[in-house]
């Protein structure tokens, strides 16, 4: 989250002119989206007994479950999203 928190400081040209710092801050994202869902599927499969359909669902269990707020939940689900789309492009 450090090497995040630190790029949030460059502006959007900045950032758009830099491609190594695009590959870098895309990656860690995924990285980092993808063990918030792990954690989730497990919370939810191990509360629930099935793990939940979609990445996003996830998060929005983690919410039904009380684990986390509303916003937070969909914040989340909106990474997990965001995630796939990086993923796949």
């Given amino acids: ?15 758009h002119a830099d491609s190594d710092t695009q590959d870098i801050v895309e990656r860690r994202f995924v990285k980092m989206t993808e063990a918030a869902i792990d954690i989730g ?7 629930r ?16 479950l009380g684990i986390l707020s ?3 939940a969909e914040e989340m689900a909106q990474g997990a999203r965001f995630r796939n789309v990086l993923a796949h492009t």
């Fill in 70 to 72: 509303a916003s937070t």
């Fill in 41 to 47: 599927e497990a919370l939810v499969k191990h509360e």
């Fill in 1 to 15: 989250m450090g090497v995040l928190a630190r790029k949030q400081a460059l502006s959007r040209e900045a950032y």
């Fill in 49 to 64: 007994g099935t793990p939940p359909a979609s990445n996003p669902q996830s998060m929005r269990a983690l919410e039904e």
